[in-house]
């Protein structure tokens, strides 16, 4: 841990990363952060004893750039970035749909180019960040991507082309579990339950559930056959959802986003 790492576009997931990093030993002094608005860089370095610099002096100071900000702003962060990146410099992009090769154009031949798609657990160190190197990237520095994003979850390493695909199921993938709850909830409160304990009910339902998926290494058919008793309350919900084919809407719903993935890294808004 004694490169200097610099933070650019430090919003909610570049927050979560940064504190990530503190509470993984990563000294304050050797962290960098850059923010659109001077009241953010502030607040920034008087929440985590930080240096807030402007992204020129964050390329030309860290070792390692951590880019995040939204896609449509990287274009122009990479314009200025350029003049004061040399190829030795470690990039990783946050960004959903960029790949590797956007970056690698603009910046100097041989720049190493790692891309992360992370999602918004993060924030409380459950993410899921999918990995995948650029065309100079090497295994140390996927080693030193994955020490940055360990600290807020969990890494699995992909080839590019299937970063568009881990978008669609683990980037945008809390999306689809929040609309379930908000759905269930509502469906709790038609049944005459009052809203906040069908919350309750149906978030800690969750919650165990995700750690038997996690913890016990059963196939999710088993798991699920296990609350489905014949004739019992469960396989009729499960005939309804079928008959209404929710199956194949999530299939659908997945395939969009990995079709707009694709969308953003061809260049289309």
Known sequence: MTQTVAVLGTGKIGEALLSGMIRGGWPASKLLVTARRPERAEELRSRY????????E?????DTLILTVKP???GKL??????????DRLVISGAAGIPTSFFEERLAHGTPVVRVMTNTPALVDEAMSVISAGS?????????????????GKTLRVPESQQDAATALSGSGPAYFYFLVEAMTDAGILLG????????????????AAVMLRDSGEHPVKLREAVTSPAGTTINAIVELERHGVRAALIAALEAARDR?????SGNS
């Not at 964050?58 to 860290?62: G, P, Q, Y």
């Not at 100079?136 to 807020?152: D, P, S, Y």
């Not at 993935?261 to 890294?265: D, I, K, N, T, V």
């Open 136 to 152: 100079h990237a090497t295994a140390g520095h996927l080693a030193h991507t994955e020490e940055i994003f360990g600290g807020v």
């Open 78 to 87: 990479l314009e200025e970035l350029a003049p004061h990146v040399p190829a």
């Open 193 to 208: 339950l009052p809203r906040a304990q069908a919350h309750d009910l149906i978030v800690q339902a969750a919650i165990g």
């Open 261 to 265: 993935s694709r969308e953003l890294a």
């Open 49 to 56: 004893g930080v240096e807030a610099v402007s992204n020129a």
């Open 72 to 74: 449509q702003d990287m």
């Open 58 to 62: 964050a390329a030309k100071r860290a």
